[in-house]
């Protein structure tokens, strides 16, 4: 990497009678030695990786009250327990319903472990809905919104009225009725906390999953996760 760079200095600071000699001999050094090339890049990589990964973990120092908060109803597991996994996600994406199924396994694996879940709707009008929903839920009954949370991001495709209507009804609740209730200021400030949250950790997209310290961002699967409890 340093060879490279001395090199490149070198050619800027040549005159122009030797300019266009000097870039040939740069190009076929480089192509004889292409893993120069690549070896600096890798180590920019890993800089740029170890900044980022820095730059998450104050964050979520910054934030770790907000972070942990669950005092809006969404989550699942032990309540006090201490081995926590933080989720951000929109009940439209894909591969947050991917994800929720290492979520469960990992529950099951880890007997002990406290789930908290952050809406950050992103993706459609639809999203916002749902997560308005889940909210109201949760501050009526956990358990009813975990059976409403496990329901719709198990659900295959896109979630329409007549579904959500039918996982409304086995819970108790007239889709109508639930529509007028989730405007509410209570629901709004509990959104727009979530919302102010993912901004502030810079989230680009879901799923997010935050476990102690770190930040994995998208589908990361089932032994990335578990491997960050077991540390």
Known sequence: MKLFIL??????????????????KIKEFILENPEIILKSLENYEIQLEKKQNLESKKKIIKYKSDILDSSNGLYSGNKKSQASIVKFSDYNCSYCKKAHQDILKLKKNFPNLK?????????SPLSEKL??????IANDDNKKFNIFHNSLLSNKGPMNDKKLNSVLKDLGYDLKEIEKRMKSETINDVLNK?????NNLELRGTPVFIIKDEIFFGYVGYEAMADALKD
């Open 115 to 123: 789930i908290i879940y952050k809406n950050y709707p992103i993706l």
């Open 7 to 24: 090199i490149f200095i070198i050619f800027l600071q040549v005159n122009n009678v030797f300019a266009d000699e000097m870039e040939e």
């Open 131 to 136: 997560a308005r929903i889940s909210y109201l």
């Open 194 to 198: 979530d919302i102010k949250l993912a």
